[in-house]
C-alpha cells in the first residue's frame, strides 16, 4: 500500500519543471543571485496578484510580520490581539518587537478568533490587531476593520496559510494596513527554499518596511535605525514568479478536493467537518475536522490520538495543528493564562486532525482517507 503524505510537493513540480529548471538555471549563469530583476519582477507580479500598490520580500513569513510590526512602531507597553490558534511565530515577533500578545478565543466553526471577544480585549493599551486567516479560510474582515476603526487600531493580517483566499472578493493581505505573507514550501505558494512577504497600500509603510529589512539602511552605508538582514534570493524569486501563474488552478484544486472530502465525510456523526463561512473565499491549506472525544476504558489518550494512530497503521498520515494554544505555551507561562481560560482553543486543540491535502491528490486517495477514517472511528 502508498503512503499517502499530508503534503506531496513533487506533484506540483511536475507541472513547472521544465519552466523552473530553465528559469534556475538562468539566475545560475547570470551570477545575479541576491535580489536583481527576478526579486523586483516577482514584487511587482505579486503586488498585483494581490491588489495592492507595494509588495516589499523578504526571508520568511517571520520576518514578513517582525518587518509589518516594527515599521508600524509597534514595540514596548503595547499590546496586540492576536489568536491562540496559529503557528507560534505569530506571537513570537510580536513578543520580539517588546510588545504583549493579547490572546483571544476563536470560533470552533472556522478555527479562526472570534470577533465579539476580540473587540471585549481591546484595552488602552491595544495598538493593533493580528488577524490570522487560519488553514486558508479568511477572518470576517469587514467586521474586523470595523472594530479597528472604531478603536483606531492598526491590522497586520498574517496570511501565511491563506495566499490567494479572498474576502467579498477582496484578496487578503490588502484589506488590513499590512499582510504578510510566508512561501515556505508547504504554503499554497510555496518556493524550493525560505521566502516571504508583505503587502500594502501605503507607500510609506512599504519604504519603511525596505529600509528595516535592509539594515535600517535608506541608503548604503547609512543606517537610520536598527533593522535586520531579509532578502529572498533569485533562484526562489523566479520560482514563486512561475508558480504564482499556477496559483489559482492549484487553489482550486485544493476547493476540489476539500468539497470530495466533504461529500465522504459528510455522514460520519463522529466528526465535525470543516465549515466555509459565506462571505470567506477560503484557499484550503489545511481540511482540519474534529474527532469528538469519547472516553475509552482501554486508552488515556484523546480519540482523536486513536485515530491519528489508527490511520497511520494504514500508511495515511494526518497532522495535528495545534497540540498546544499559544496562552498555554510554557513560553508564555508568565502571561499568566490558565489552563481552561479559552475554552474553545483548548477543545480544538484537543480534538483537531488536518487529512492529507495538497492539489493533485486523488479521489482515490482521498476515498481510501475516507474508507481508513470510518474503519478507525468504528
Ligand atoms: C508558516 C507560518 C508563519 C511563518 O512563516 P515562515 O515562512 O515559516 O517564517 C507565520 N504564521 C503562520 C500562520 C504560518 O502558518
Not at 477572518?139 to 492598526?154: F, Q, R, W, Y
Not at 486508552?299 to 498555554?328: A, F, G, N, W
Request: glycine content about 8%; proline content about 4%.
Amino acid at each position: 500500500m502508498n503512503k499517502i503524505p499530508p503534503v506531496d510537493l513533487t506533484r506540483q513540480y511536475e507541472l513547472i519543471s521544465e519552466e523552473a529548471n530553465l528559469a534556475v538555471l538562468e539566475i545560475l549563469n547570470s551570477g545575479n543571485y541576491i535580489g536583481g530583476k527576478a526579486v523586483a519582477t516577482f514584487e511587482q507580479q505579486f503586488a498585483q496578484y494581490t491588489g495592492v500598490s507595494s509588495c516589499v520580500s523578504c526571508n520568511s513569513g517571520t520576518d514578513a510580520l517582525y518587518l509589518a510590526l516594527r515599521a508600524l512602531n509597534i514595540g514596548e507597553g503595547d499590546e496586540v490581539i492576536t489568536s491562540p490558534f496559529t503557528f507560534f511565530a505569530t506571537a513570537e515577533v510580536i513578543s520580539r518587537v517588546g510588545a504583549k500578545p493579547i490572546f483571544v478565543d476563536i470560533d470552533i466553526d472556522t478555527f479562526n478568533f472570534n470577533l465579539a471577544q476580540v473587540e471585549k480585549a481591546i484595552s488602552p493599551q491595544t495598538k493593533a490587531i493580528v488577524p490570522v486567516h487560519l488553514f486558508g479560510q479568511p477572518v470576517d474582515m469587514t467586521g474586523l476593520m470595523a472594530i479597528a476603526k472604531t478603536h483606531n487600531l492598526i491590522v497586520i493580517e498574517d496570511c501565511a496559510q491563506a495566499t490567494g483566499a479572498s474576502w467579498q472578493e477582496q484578496k487578503v493581505g490588502s484589506i488590513g494596513h499590512v499582510g504578510c505573507f510566508s512561501f515556505f514550501p508547504t504554503k499554497n505558494l510555496g518556493a524550493c527554499g525560505d521566502g516571504g512577504a508583505v503587502t500594502t497600500n501605503d507607500p510609506a509603510i512599504a519604504k519603511q518596511m525596505r529600509i528595516l529589512k535592509e539594515h535600517g539602511s535608506p541608503e548604503r552605508y547609512r543606517h537610520d535605525s536598527i533593522g535586520i538582514n531579509s532578502r529572498i534570493d533569485g533562484i526562489q524569486a523566479a520560482i514563486l514568479s512561475i508558480k504564482l501563474r499556477h496559483l489559482d488552478f492549484w487553489n482550486e484544486q485544493r476547493a476540489t478536493a476539500a468539497k470530495y472530502y466533504h461529500e465522504l465525510l459528510n455522514a460520519i456523526t463522529l466528526i465535525k467537518l470543516p465549515q466555509a463561512i459565506s462571505g470567506g473565499n477560503s484557499v484550503w491549506n489545511q481540511y482540519t475536522i474534529c474527532v469528538g472525544d469519547r472516553k475509552s476504558s482501554t486508552s488515556q489518550k484523546t480519540s482523536r490520538d486513536r485515530v491519528k494512530e489508527c490511520l497511520q497503521q494504514q500508511e495515511i498520515i494526518s497532522m495535528i495543528y495545534y497540540p498546544i494554544p499559544l496562552h498555554l505555551q510554557p513560553v508564555y507561562r508568565d502571561l499568566g493564562y490558565k489552563k481552561g481560560q479559552l475554552p474553545i482553543v483548548e477543545q480544538a486543540a484537543r480534538e483537531v486532525l488536518s487529512l492529507p491535502m495538497f492539489p493533485g491528490i486523488s479521489q482515490a486517495e482521498q476515498e481510501r482517507v475516507a474508507y481508513a477514517l470510518k474503519d478507525c472511528l468504528g
